[in-house]
């Protein structure tokens, strides 16, 4: 079985930073990708951003050139850095990992961006 546990999450004021983490554990083979997504409330869940086996990366558009997506593959952990943080990032953030057998998902990780 294998699990994902974020960390990371909080209050900042608007044009701060946060680190997201997501670290799996357990039987992982067939990596295929890591990825971050979050929900708002009244909203759906958004891709926000992902990385793939190869390192290659896929921003969502509202958060290109401030989020910044890493895996350290040693660890098994992925890595969110937020940066200029804006009152409409506020959200649940999730980490999804993608093996070539199964998906999974973590609980989620508040991120609240307000004065």
């Known amino acids: 079985q294998v699990q994902l546990v974020e960390s990371g999450g909080g209050l900042v004021q608007p044009g701060g930073s946060l680190r997201l983490s997501c670290a799996a554990s357990g039987s992982i083979f067939g990596f295929r990708n890591m990825g971050w997504y979050r929900q708002a409330p009244g909203k759906e869940r958004e891709l926000v951003a992902i990385i793939s086996s190869g390192g290659s990366t896929h921003y969502a558009e509202s958060v290109k050139g401030r989020f910044t997506i890493s895996r350290d593959s040693a660890k098994n952990t992925a890595y969110l850095q937020m940066n200029s943080l804006k009152p409409e990032d506020t959200a649940v953030y999730y980490c999804?990992?993608?093996?070539?057998?199964?998906?999974?998902w973590g609980p989620g990780t508040q991120v609240t961006v307000s004065s």
């Open positions: 999804k990992l993608v093996l070539v057998y199964a998906n999974y």
